[in-house]
């Protein structure tokens, strides 16, 4: 867990994705360009504080391709790859990345509700 905030009153985590997938969360990140993507999972929000938003897009079900054995190492999280204007989007499953991470979401819940 990156922190807690403050969204409209409510108290949310704060998850690095860069740092849930096991990548360098330092190297080529411009501040002025990170988000802070809101997702609900099992009806709690929670940040996902990502690189950049490039565009929101809808993507059809029949348009996702399984994940080749072998080719990522963060497979677990990867729900699929699509192929859009000639790029590769990898499709991540939050509810998994989210799951995975609940012990440390409870902790600092528990310690951001006490301040």
Known sequence: VKGIMNLRGSIIPVIDVKEKLGLDSGVNTNSSKQRILVAEVNNSLT????????QVMRIQTKDIEPVPQGSLESRNYVKGIAKSDK??????????????????????????NQQ
């Not at 940040?47 to 490039?54: A, F, I, P, T, Y």
């Open 47 to 54: 940040g996902l504080l990502v690189d950049e938003v490039d």
């Open 87 to 112: 790029k590769l989007i990898v499709l991540l499953d939050v509810t998994k990345l989210l799951e995975d991470s609940s012990s440390a979401i409870t902790e600092a819940m528990q310690g951001g």
